[in-house]
């Protein structure tokens, strides 16, 4: 299994960036697909989830309405639309296979909003 985030950066707040994970090594299309955040000594935080076929988005309450996930399953990528971005989205944020709760197992894409 092999998960490559991109897309991240430094933006201040309100604007927006589109976080890209390129899949490969499994079958793409089986799975789940959830990102995830961990900002500087904080926790792993859920922040979406897309059912296999794409036709279920799931956010926690807080980030539904300015976050949306979206996957490609013909190119094994999922992405994440982040809009109106602030200072607390600043993190690293993960791509994850299967269930929500699935610790990251690759690098990461760092999200910095500061003004």
């Known amino acids: 299994v092999q998960l490559v985030e991109s897309g991240g950066g430094s933006v201040q707040p309100g604007e927006s960036l589109r976080l890209s994970c390129a899949a490969s090594?499994?079958?793409?299309?089986?799975?789940?697909m959830n990102w995830v955040r961990q900002a500087p000594g904080e926790g792993l935080e859920w922040v979406a989830t897309?059912?296999?076929?794409?036709?279920?988005?799931y956010y926690p309450e807080s980030l539904e309405g300015r976050f949306t996930i979206s996957r490609d399953n013909a190119r094994s990528t999922v992405t994440l639309q982040m809009n109106d971005l602030k200072s607390e989205d600043t993190a690293r944020y993960y791509c994850?296979?299967?269930?929500?709760?699935?610790?990251?197992r690759s690098r990461g894409t760092q999200v910095t909003v500061s003004s």
């Open positions: 994850t296979d299967g269930p929500a709760e699935t610790r990251p």
């Open positions: 090594g499994f079958t793409f299309s089986a799975y789940s």
């Open positions: 897309i059912s296999r076929a794409g036709e279920n988005t």
